[in-house]
Each structure stands twice: as structure tokens, then as C-alpha cells.
């Protein structure tokens, strides 16, 4: 079972890009757990970007991006997207999505798993 990111690409700084995760395996429901998406840019830790609960109700954001990014999910495509908008140079990294499957915080990412390969996004000035 894995996740797999889409979406990412090439951007000019004040664009938009809509990334998406999807399971892999066909007995995997995304629907029963909180999500979270995560980026690393070279050089630097990952770091948390944005979560969501199983049902939508509620939603984290890192204070990076308040404001200019939304997290938000569809559990009948078994999907969950992270729209970016106002794109900054500082947002390019690879972007990836995974289950929490731990409690705890949820910006922390050891308490995630089922971690995809992560789609790069790329910010031009």
C-alpha cells in the first residue's frame, strides 16, 4: 500500500498548482484517516505543511502558508488535495502526502505513514 502524489510541476512565483494523493492499492481507504501533507526543500528538514481530519471537519496549516494554501479531501475518489495559490519562490520542494496513524501532533511526522514518493514542485522567481 502507498500513497502517490500528482500535480506537481514548474510554477512562476504568484501562480497556483492543486497537488493530489492517492492510494495505490485497491483495499486501502483514505477516508479512514487523518491526512497530512509535508515538503523538504534541498538541504532542509521536512517539514509540515497542512492536515485534515478523516471527515474534513478540521484542518492545520503551517503559518508558512495560511492563507494562501487549502487542504481538502473527496473519501468517494479516496483522494486528498492541497490547493496552492500565490506561490512563492520559498514554497519549491518535494511535496508528500501521508496517513496519520499515530496520536499525537499533527505536525509532526513520525506520526504518519504510508508515505508516498512525493511530487516536486518548483517556484521560479
Known amino acids: 500500500v502507498q500513497l502517490e502524489e500528482s500535480g506537481g510541476g514548474l510554477v512562476q512565483a504568484g501562480g497556483s498548482l492543486r497537488l493530489s494523493c492517492a492510494a495505490s492499492?485497491?483495499?486501502?481507504?483514505?477516508?479512514?484517516?487523518?491526512m497530512g501533507w509535508f515538503r523538504q526543500a534541498p538541504g532542509k528538514e521536512r517539514e509540515f505543511v497542512a492536515s485534515i481530519t478523516w471527515s474534513g471537519s478540521s484542518k492545520d496549516y503551517a503559518d508558512s502558508v495560511k492563507g494562501r494554501f487549502t487542504i481538502f479531501r473527496d473519501n468517494a475518489k479516496n483522494t486528498v488535495y492541497l490547493q496552492m495559490n500565490s506561490l512563492k519562490p520559498e514554497d519549491t520542494a518535494v511535496y508528500s502526502c501521508a496517513a496519520k496513524v499515530r496520536l499525537g501532533d499533527n505536525d509532526r511526522d513520525y506520526n504518519y505513514g504510508f508515505w508516498g514518493q512525493g511530487t516536486q514542485v518548483t517556484v521560479s522567481s
Open positions: 492499492g485497491r483495499t486501502f481507504s483514505i477516508s479512514s484517516y487523518d
